[in-house]
T-cell receptor, first 111, second 117 residues
């Protein structure tokens, strides 16, 4: 899996958009960018994934640069419940590949 | 969507005893399951990969005789912590993957907090 780099922590005001960056400069052409989050004392939760096009779902938007070396996860209107550790992972979409976690970004939503 | 049920959510056991943690895929068949351990304020550390009907593959440094993994069916994997000691106290999390669930990568259980006293 390609290595990913994320800032260790970020703060965001409640109601504002939270933009979480991720660098994955060594990503291969067939690796997807996956985002998960882990709320305290829970299992990780899938958020979104993409290959090269921008993606949006009910939780977030994913913006991938044209060269695919970095991406940004956007939570459009952050709430206190979005406080969590967010992980960006490069992964082949085969379902049996090992999923390894880096240190992620600890996002704190400020009231 | 895919659901993985993990049980128990927490357990306290005495030092020297064994504890079994179950991980079930409720609405899909999981050909591969993964087991993680997480210490406070740290990231998830992959312990082992289990494939249905075959032996688990352990990550370097994980004692296979201490952490027994059984994946006897496409919907159930178990992790048994044998002869538990206080240093085994941790948050254990399973995840399940199947090619049919590829759109979501992997689905995670809610975790088991093990405390060894």
């Amino acid at each position: 899996d390609a290595k990913t780099t994320q800032p260790p922590s970020m703060d965001c005001a409640e109601g504002r958009a939270a933009n979480l960056p991720c660098n994955h400069s060594t990503i291969s052409g067939n690796e997807y960018v996956y985002w998960y989050r882990q709320i305290h004392s829970q299992g990780p939760q899938y958020i979104i994934h993409g290959l090269k096009n921008n993606e949006t779902n009910e939780m977030a938007s994913l913006i991938i640069t044209e060269d695919r070396k970095s991406s940004t996860l956007i939570l459009p209107h952050a709430t206190l419940r979005d406080t969590a550790v967010y992980y960006c992972i490069a992964l082949l979409n085969f379902g049996n590949e090992k999923l390894t976690f880096g240190t992620g970004t600890r996002l704190t939503i400020i009231p | 969507g895919a659901v993985v049920s993990q049980h128990p959510s927490w357990v306290i056991c005495k030092s020297g005893t064994s504890v079994k943690i179950e991980c079930r895929s409720l609405d899909f068949q999981a050909t591969t399951m993964f087991w993680y351990r997480q210490f406070p304020k740290q990231s998830l550390m992959l312990m082992a990969t289990s494939n249905e009907g075959s032996k688990a593959t352990y990550e370097q440094g994980v004692e296979k005789d201490k952490f027994l993994i059984n994946h006897a069916s496409l919907t159930l994997s178990t992790l048994t912590v044998t002869s538990a000691h206080p240093e085994d106290s941790s948050f254990y999390i399973c995840s399940a993957g199947s090619p049919g669930q590829g759109n979501y990568g992997y689905t995670f259980g809610s975790g088991t907090r093990l405390t060894v006293v």
